[in-house]
């Protein structure tokens, strides 16, 4: 949260304060502490909504955020004791532990028809439990359970019927068990009472069921059990609309992908989603064009048909439908205590349908609710209330939302993370993304191409020159198409000809691309399909800023090759790349050791036009490899590369590496700006050094003002 807001906030408090306190005549001093402790909460919830201590650090506004570290712990466990090994047919069975006196004596895995191709092999053990560091919330109840089947995800789910002694008024859950990072991961469950509890998955590891006793959880559940996640920061920037391989919206995908960005943090700590990848996180940001977040839609459609929800939907509806709603209120609750983490919500309305949402905080019989529908919205709650959830208001998507198809969820599921999920996958999708492939196995493909008045057809491309005022553009598919064009972040409507207008200068034309759902002339529905931008030049630009008048090579060095370094070779341009190879001759007791090596880099070229106080962004590539014909331990060698301006560097890549180094290959991006200037001003040139073990250059690009 902004720091101003939250003086405003607390403002606000004090003032309301001195109202009750100046306004009320026949109140009780009890009846003015309620009133205050109403507009305290108030401030409570101003101060939580950010979830921790935040910075904008990113043009796109995303944020980087401190939380508090996620719960962690270990087990101490002693000796295995295997219980049952048994084969499973691909039509189904059971696999039942048959062992009078072990406490695990009658548990059941009931493996469904078609949740594996093939025949499947389980291997159950235990090891009992004889202490652990969860803190005093966790009370193991069981034996740490370990089920082995090869670790592959089942196409059905299966169910794992627990004994358990569960004392009354006492609340029983299950838990996975990653000894590696020590986190625990609830898993949903069927049913549970006093002797047994029966949980639903699609994969098997570590188990462990814990215990806690009921009025210790409500305690909890007053104070305020949180994970830190938050709308607006941690979710997706945009709505779910609905796409064209997700026909009826992509709920689960979208908040499936938030989930596993929080949990996994593939840009780093603390680094948050929400706006990191607005306009697939190219500069500058495009906070009210949604379309262009292409990556991230895709991703989240293509996320969201990677699951047979029909197989999932059905099954929660027939056989999770009746679970008790205190104890999915309860699942939410302990799932979040113990592991700090945001959970998966599944809802479903008695008039068809179901729609999926995340929870990530339990204040005052409320599950606060981040819905993809409203994207940033810290409001959306779920409320219980004796005994039972209230039904929440949503829909299928936004667009269904939006056309008065809204519906009430009667019935609130717990869906936790990888019980239901394949975790790898999403890691697998999320490499996709960013590659900037994402969706292209499930997407249809089309072409945008140019049209000239001889109707004749060529693509368009970024970078493209071009001769005429006017562009006649086109999507090409195999599919019902229709599109719309962009010009510098506006829609452009076409002439009578079809054709768009360009301005004088860089054309930066984005094309939405939609595809016909219904593939129905008489009754089309279009649905999302992919965003492209392209450059386009017209005519001359004229700058307001500085122009780049002069490239100098300040320097340029390549060393000589001699009989201890022999065919050194160093290259580079102001073109903006460099190279430098060549070899090492090492002496040695035995004889001589050749290292050959191979260092490269480049960087994207300064503009033409430099306009004050606006970023300049400066990519820079560099790499470095090392091969040796056999194996020695000698020296450092290493290559250099500095972008600077106005005395200060804003980019360094330095590699030194030894001969026994991996390869390494590095990108960073050199940021800064210029000031004003005035007519026929020069000012201090943006310098690039870069330098291998063949040799270095240093060039200089010079800029004069031009009003």
């Not at 069927?190 to 998955?201: A, F, L, R």
């Not at 054309?507 to 649905?527: C, E, H, S, T």
Request: negative net charge; aromatic residues 12%; contains cysteine.
């Amino acid at each position: 949260m902004h720091r101003g807001k939250l003086y405003h906030r607390i403002s606000v408090f004090l003032l309301t304060l001195l109202l009750i306190a100046t306004t009320t005549s026949c109140g009780t001093a009890e009846d003015l502490l309620d009133k205050a402790g109403d507009a305290l909460e108030g401030v409570k919830d101003a101060i939580d909504e950010g979830g921790g201590e935040s910075d904008s650090d990113d043009e796109n506004g995303a944020q980087t955020v401190s939380r508090p570290p996620r719960p962690t712990g270990t087990l101490a466990t002693g000796q295995e004791t295997p219980l049952t090994s048994e084969t499973v047919a691909a039509s189904g069975g059971s696999v039942t532990v048959s062992k009078p006196g072990d406490p695990l004596d009658g548990l059941e895995i009931q493996v469904p028809s078609g949740a594996y191709p093939v025949p499947k092999q389980f291997d159950v053990s235990s090891r009992p439990v004889d202490g652990h560091t969860f803190g005093e919330y966790f009370t193991p109840a069981s034996p740490l359970i370990s089920i082995d089947n090869a670790g592959e995800y089942s196409e059905e789910f299966m169910t794992v019927t627990i004994p358990v002694e569960v004392p009354q008024d006492h609340f029983a859950m299950a838990f996975y068990y990653d000894k590696e990072s020590g986190s625990l991961e609830g898993i949903p469950f069927k049913s549970v009472n006093e002797d047994s509890i029966t949980i639903v998955t699609r994969h098997f590891c570590d188990i462990i069921v814990s215990i806690i006793n009921n009025t210790v959880l409500d305690d909890l559940m007053k104070s305020d059990i949180d994970s830190h996640f938050r709308p607006g920061i941690d979710d997706w920037q945009f709505t779910n609309r609905g796409s064209y391989i997700a026909k009826g919206g992509h709920c689960a995908g979208q908040c499936l992908t938030e989930l596993w960005y929080f949990c996994e943090q593939p840009d780093g700590q603390d680094l948050t989603l929400n706006r990191r990848y607005d306009k697939n996180g190219v500069k500058p940001a495009t906070p009210d064009l949604w379309q262009d977040d292409s990556y991230g839609y895709r991703l989240a459609s293509t996320a969201q048909e990677d699951i047979n929800w029909s197989s999932f939907e059905n099954y929660f509806l027939s056989d999770m439908a009746g679970l008790n709603d205190e104890l999915t209120f309860r699942a939410f609750a302990y799932s979040i205590q113990l592991t700090g983490e945001p959970q998966h919500v599944g809802i479903y309305s008695s008039a068809g349908g179901g729609h999926a949402m995340v929870c990530y905080r339990i204040y005052k019989n409320n599950l606060y609710i981040a819905d993809p529908n409203y994207p940033g919205d810290t409001e959306r709650r779920t409320e219980y209330s004796n005994g039972s959830f209230k039904p929440y208001n949503s829909g299928a998507n936004a667009v269904e939302i939006a056309a008065g198809n809204g519906k009430a969820y009667e019935t609130i599921g717990y869906f936790a993370k990888t019980a239901a999920v394949d975790w790898n996958k999403l890691a697998t999708r999320w490499s996709e993304f960013k590659a900037g492939t994402i969706g292209n196995d499930r997407f249809p493909q089309y072409d945008i191409v140019l049209v000239d008045d001889q109707d004749k057809k060529e693509p368009l491309v970024d970078g493209y020159e071009s001769e005429h005022k006017k562009l006649e553009i086109e999507v090409k598919a195999g599919f019902p198409v229709t599109w719309t064009i962009y010009r510098n972040g506006t829609k452009l409507d076409h002439d009578a000809d079809w054709k768009y207008e360009l301005e004088d200068g860089n054309n930066l034309i984005g094309v939405a691309v939609w595809g016909d759902v219904n593939n129905n002339p008489q009754a089309r529905k279009w649905r999302y399909v992919d965003f492209q931008y392209f450059n386009v030049q017209y005519g001359e630009e004229e700058c307001y800023g500085w122009v780049l008048d002069s490239i100098v090579e300040k320097e340029f060095f390549a060393i000589e090759s001699d009989e201890f370094r022999p065919n050194l070779v160093f290259q580079a341009s102001s073109d903006g790349w460099y190279s430098g190879s060549g070899r090492h001759v090492v002496p040695t007791l035995e004889g001589e050791v050749s290292v050959d090596f191979a260092e490269s880099g480049s960087w994207t070229s300064p503009p033409d036009c430099i306009k004050p106080n606006v970023p300049v962004r400066i990519e820079m590539n560099c790499s470095s490899s090392y091969t040796t014909s056999e194996p020695i331990d000698w020296g450092v060698l290493g290559t250099f590369f500095i972008v600077s301006w106005n005395t200060g560097e804003h980019g360094r890549i330095n590699h030194e590496m030894y001969t026994t180094d991996p390869p390494q290959e590095s990108t960073m991006i050199a940021e800064f700006e210029f000031y004003e200037g005035s007519p026929g001003a020069y000012c201090p040139p943006i310098v690039v050094q870069c330098g291998t073990d063949a040799g270095w250059a240093t060039y200089e690009y010079y800029y004069v003002w031009q009003d």
